[in-house]
């Protein structure tokens, strides 16, 4: 066997492992599934009447911005679970083992990556629920939810890195969470970035999350509000988007091996 | 699992190792944790099929010098073989010679005994079958086969540890590492693991176990070496340590405390040194030599002045008279001093290597 292929059966052995924990605890699935449909309820019902974009329909246009931000909160877990494993020493009896260094990454990122699409299921037919549509083919739709996925596995990386980082699961429950409160309300994922003022406008405009929320819009046909914008990435989403998670992934990749390989049980 | 000697070409790699040398090897191994220096120079020499102790208390090294051969920390400096590999350079290969099983049982709580262990099987490339079949050879052997396919959330203390060991043994080490193997565990499941571990270093296995246990030292190792601070102490096998700090003593017990001045006297006459006296438990001892001879002299003189023994007996030291003689302080003691300095350190451990 490669030395890749290798790496990537050991991903997979490790992949399924955390998968059974999902299957065996299904409340941490069902938990962060019930925070991004009390989003949409609240956006939808309560903010909603009183964000009004131009000529937008708000539910259509929040849709999007849910969905990309529910999957960067759900890459949180990814440094939960790490910091867990830490925690609990079996990253130490990984670590003891013949297998590729980047095994208990590459398996959590993609169970993380699989818990992601089944949180997209229930969020999509919550968002029909509440009278979202998808307007465009069936080709430019799988388009705009895949960008969404490679945003969210680029994240589960970022994450990775600050579990591996960290010092207990306690603190990986907050320090995973906190910092994505102003990445995703600093973004076009609620209210239209011409709506911020001048100086965070920029910011917002070339948040990765934006360019994501822009995209998903795009492709499934609903209305934003971007081309208000002037900035090149919101005219170029789908670029910006995949431009980004891919350079996330090139940082956050061996960011996190190297601290895999030095990481210590405390 | 017949202990076979490195393959001339790992052991030509890594350097320093002799033909015949030991399983495990360690020359100078120092390691630091911000300000506090984990191992300060330690020398270690386990011959292949032996089983060693690393004897010390909390924070005295031990994990430390485990994490070091099982590849999961590298020295600041000194170096370590294991198998004639070096831990170092020839992690990888390390890796696939070894066994670990950790302080606390790295075990997954959500799968069940027998995906634990087919799960490591895997990670060793065992292949499919091959790991299945391994899995429910340690089952048996490891008495779990009923708990097999219950998740381990559901196991006891001892169960787990068990599991943990069986998944140290997946790949059939040559030599195997644990890091106090029985912390934590009730009196009775601790007999239980010292008799699997005795019927597996029966097989041939090299064995480095760590402890604070004195008793347990005692009974698993063929040598013990131990540390503290970071420093080796002392080693030897149990009786040499436990002839480092003197001879014999004669110690017995008398019906009344009156009767304990006419025994100091005759104690006095036939043992070395000043005898010591317990008045509450009507007891006494004093450093002897000669043993069973000084004993029956005993004897005869306390019979001859009406003194009535309940018990007596000729004493060698144990291991904790060993260790508060080589630390001068008990090695209970120097746990609780030790732990809380660990506590104190844990802030600057986060990125240890």
Request: proline share 3%; net charge neutral.
């Amino acid at each position: 066997m490669s030395v890749l292929t290798q790496a990537a059966a050991d991903g997979m052995v490790v992949a399924r492992r955390n998968l059974i924990k999902v299957k065996r605890v299904p409340d941490l699935l069902i938990f962060t599934t019930i925070q991004p449909v009390m989003f949409v309820l609240l956006f939808a019902y309560v903010f909603g009447g009183a964000i009004h974009p131009k000529g937008v329909n708000y539910r259509e246009f929040l849709m999007a911005g849910i969905f990309t931000q529910t999957v960067a909160f759900g890459s949180a877990i990814t440094a939960i679970g790490l910091a867990d494993d830490l925690q609990k020493g079996i990253i130490d009896r990984f670590r003891s083992l013949p297998m590729a260094r980047s095994a208990v990454l590459v398996g959590r990122t993609t169970s993380d990556l699989v818990n992601n699409l089944i949180v997209m299921v229930v969020m999509s037919l919550c968002g029909l629920l509440v009278g979202w549509r998808i307007h465009r083919s069936v080709g430019y739709a799988l388009l705009g939810y895949i960008v969404i996925f490679a945003f969210a596995f680029a994240m589960s990386w970022v994450s990775a890195t600050i579990g591996l980082s960290v010092s207990s699961v306690e603190v990986a429950q907050s320090a995973g969470f906190i910092w994505l409160f102003p990445v995703s309300f600093l973004s076009n994922a609620f209210v239209p970035t011409s709506q911020l003022t001048r100086f965070l406008r920029p910011i917002a405009d070339w948040n990765p999350m934006s360019s994501v929320v822009a995209s998903a819009r795009e492709l499934f046909g609903n209305k934003g509000t971007e081309k208000l914008s002037t900035a090149w990435s919101m005219h170029h989403p789908v670029v910006t988007a995949l431009g980004w998670s891919l350079l996330l992934l090139l940082i956050f990749i061996p960011l996190s091996v190297r601290k895999y390989r030095a990481a210590a049980t405390r | 699992m017949v202990a076979a000697t490195p393959e001339p070409s790992a052991a030509g790699r890594a350097g320093s190792t002799r033909a015949g040398a030991g399983a495990i090897v360690a020359h100078g191994l120092v390691k630091h944790y911000g300000e506090v220096r984990a191992l300060d120079g330690i020398d270690l020499d386990v011959p292949e099929g032996t089983v060693m102790a690393l004897l010390g208390p909390n924070g005295a090294g031990k994990t430390t010098a485990v994490r070091i051969f099982t590849t999961l920390l590298e020295p600041d400096s000194g170096h370590a073989t294991v198998a004639g590999l070096d831990v170092v350079h020839d992690a990888d290969a390390v890796r696939r010679t070894i066994g670990m099983s950790g302080q606390n049982a790295a075990v997954d709580e959500y799968l069940t005994g027998r995906e634990n262990l087919d799960m490591i099987g895997n990670l060793y490339h065992l292949g499919k079958a091959a790991s299945r079949a391994r899995a429910d050879e340690l089952l048996e052997r490891f008495d779990l086969v009923d708990a097999a396919n219950r998740v381990v959330k559901t196991y006891s203390g001892g169960m787990r540890r068990r599991l943990d060991l069986a998944g140290s043994l997946v790949a059939n080490p040559r030599v195997l590492f644990l890091d106090e193997p029985t912390t934590g565990l009730d009196p009775r499941s601790r007999l239980g693991m010292w008799d699997v571990i005795e019927e597996l270093v029966g097989g041939g296995t090299t064995l480095l176990l760590t402890t604070q246990y004195l008793e347990e030292a005692d009974r698993l190792a063929d040598a013990i070496v131990v540390i503290d601070h970071g420093k080796v102490i002392a080693r030897g096998t149990s009786d040499e340590l436990k002839s480092q700090i003197g001879g014999e003593r004669l110690e017995l017990t008398v019906s009344s405390a009156s009767e304990l001045a006419a025994t100091v006297d005759i104690l006095r006459k036939v043992g070395v040194g000043e005898p010591t006296t317990e008045e509450k438990a009507h007891s006494a001892g004093v450093a002897v030599e000669g043993g069973s001879a000084v004993l029956i002299e005993a004897l005869r003189q306390l019979d001859a002045a009406g003194v009535v023994v309940q018990d007596v007996g000729i004493r060698r030291p144990t291991l904790d008279d060993v260790f508060l003689a080589l630390t001068g302080h008990a090695a209970e003691e120097a746990g609780e001093a030790a732990a809380a300095k660990k506590r104190g350190r844990r802030g600057d451990k986060g990125e240890s290597s």
